[in-house]
Structures are given as C-alpha cells and as structure tokens.
C-alpha cells in the first residue's frame, strides 16, 4: 500500500514520515523530489530560469530557492508558472520511484507531498493521511522555523488549499497541534494498522 501522506505547511508532516520510516515504511518525500527535478542541467531549472530570470540562481548554479520563494508566494500568477514547470518533472520521477518500490514489496510505502491535492497527485497513492494544526499554532512554528515575519509567513499559508478541505477528502487525519507524544502515537497505531494489512 502507498500512503499518501500531506497537510499545510509548519504542520510537522515531515517529521510524521520520518516516523513512518522509524518503523518501517519506505519513505518518498516529493521535496527531495523538487530538488531532484531541478538540479543544475536539469530541464525544468532552464524554464525557471528562462521565466524567473538569473536572479533565481545562487553562484553554484544551484536554484535559490529562497529568492524564488519571495517572487512566487507573492504572486499568485507567478506560483501558477512555477507549478506548471515543477510538477509535471516531479510527477516522472515519483511515478517511477513508488513503482520502484512496488515492486520491492516493503510493509507500507509512505509518499509524503505538501501539494498532494494542489498537484491533482492522489492517483499515485491507495490511501491519503492529513495532518491538521491549528492555525495559531501553524503560524508561530512557521515564523520560527523559517524566520519569517507575519505578514510573509501568512503569504505562505494563503498559497495552499484551507487545511479543511484536505481534512475533508483525506481517508485519516491526524491533528498535531499538542504534545508530540500524542501525535507519535496516532502515527503508530495507523502504522500497525496498514502494514498489517487491514487498512481500515
């Protein structure tokens, strides 16, 4: 089974895959993903570049992707061309990778995708979970982690569908806005429940 594994931003899905994989599951991170579809030489870094400018770039060639960042999350219109060049490149790559993995047959296979339902991507997955947070709680770990004002961190929330949209088409949701204990133990206890087979 592939686990489709989203929320919105700062709402600590990421360190919720790393469980998964803690306790088995084989984990793919569309994130590692983007990086991979624009590495230097890659296709879809010169259609960035070609419609973002060189500014995009850091001296090594590599995408600054903080400086695209800035363009795009104030942009609604320039964030529609990013994705349009992004996602199809990481669409390939996940597509060969989960049924890379397939074919291996590991306990559960976790594909962790911030735009899972913005990419339209839920056919690559048999089951979806979303992580919620409340939003008080989501904008004070996203203006830590990154460093961000209000104003800028807000920015970035607004760019992805309302949390409770995802919450409402997702087949388990897992709220982490307390005690990551708790948190930890929902994870475990899905775990269980999908790698033994029952799904339900």
């Known amino acids: 089974m592939v686990l489709g594994v989203t929320g919105n931003i700062a709402s600590g899905k990421s360190r919720i895959a790393r469980l998964f994989g803690e306790l088995g599951a084989a984990v793919v991170s569309a994130d590692l993903l983007a990086r991979e579809a624009v590495a230097p030489g890659s296709g879809a870094l010169q259609r960035i570049v070609d419609r973002f400018g060189r500014g995009v770039l850091l001296a090594d060639g590599e995408l600054d992707r903080a400086?695209?960042?800035?363009?795009?999350?104030a942009d609604p219109a320039a964030r529609r061309d990013?994705?349009?060049?992004?996602?199809?490149?990481?669409a390939d790559l996940a597509v060969r990778r989960l049924a890379a993995l397939r074919a291996e047959g590991p306990s559960l296979i976790v594909y962790e995708a911030p735009l899972l339902y913005e990419a339209g991507a839920e056919d690559r997955v048999d089951r979806v979970l979303v992580v919620t947070v409340d939003p008080k709680v989501q904008l004070a770990r996203l203006m830590a982690r990154d460093q961000l004002d209000a104003v800028a961190a807000r920015q970035r929330i607004d760019?992805?569908?309302?949390?409770?949209?995802?919450?409402a088409r997702?087949?388990?949701v897992i709220d982490n806005s307390g005690r990551w204990q708790d948190c930890a133990a929902q994870v475990r206890e899905l775990y269980a429940r999908l790698s033994g087979g029952r799904g339900g």
């Open 67 to 73: 400086a695209l960042g800035q363009l795009v999350f």
């Open 82 to 90: 990013l994705e349009a060049i992004t996602h199809p490149a990481i």
């Open 159 to 167: 760019a992805q569908l309302p949390q409770a949209l995802k919450a």
């Open 170 to 172: 997702a087949d388990y």
